[in-house]
């Protein structure tokens, strides 16, 4: 079973994945998808107020604030990473459990980053907002460092998400039944 996307005038094809015996998903994946995300950035800057500085999650927001960045001139962005490196000081850290994962995962921020943050006008961005998770582990660490997230924004909103008012995105995502692939 596949799920028709439309957004920005590009269509893709997406598999419906079960995640549980009720729930399933219609998975969307921007690695590799040079197109849609040079397609669909210029669409979500134009959306976003001034910034300072965009942050996203590792991995997938990763070519989505990149694509951002060279958008709206901006030369760096932050990424929250799924393990604390070697290289990490002064670490702060936020869990989280998504509905991909569904289970605890965290995420790391170094201090240079939050320094680098600290007072700052921040965008958090990610593919997709589902459940909301992900932004509330990074709102979390945005707060840690003083930062100011003056928007949250992905390229697609999944079911109920779409319905918040503190979002950006550019199409809803529906959930699916993983008995019958049918649309919830």
Do not use: H, W
């Not at 094809?13 to 219609?26: F, K, M, N, R």
């Amino acid at each position: 079973m596949k799920y028709e996307l439309k957004v920005g005038g590009v269509t893709r094809q997406l598999p419906i994945v079960p995640i549980s015996d009720e729930l399933a998903i219609a998975s969307f994946v921007i690695l590799g998808d040079c197109e849609l995300v040079t397609v669909v950035a210029p669409l979500l800057a134009e959306r976003l107020p001034e910034v300072d500085y965009l942050v996203t999650a590792e991995a997938k927001g990763i070519p989505l604030v990149q694509e951002l960045c060279r958008v709206l001139g901006k030369p760096t962005y932050i990424v929250a990473r799924k393990s604390e490196k070697a290289y990490m000081e002064n670490t702060v850290s936020s869990t989280l459990v998504s509905i991909t994962t569904q289970k605890p995962q965290t995420l790391y921020l170094d201090g240079k980053d939050g320094e680098l943050l600290r007072g700052k006008r921040v965008a958090i961005v990610d593919d997709v907002i589902s459940t909301g998770e992900s932004l509330r582990a990074l709102e979390e660490l945005m707060k840690c460092c003083d930062a100011n997230v003056v928007a949250k924004a992905a390229i697609l909103a999944e079911d109920k998400a779409a319905e918040r008012k503190d979002i950006i995105f550019l199409e809803r995502l529906p959930l699916f039944d993983a008995r019958t692939g049918e649309e919830k």
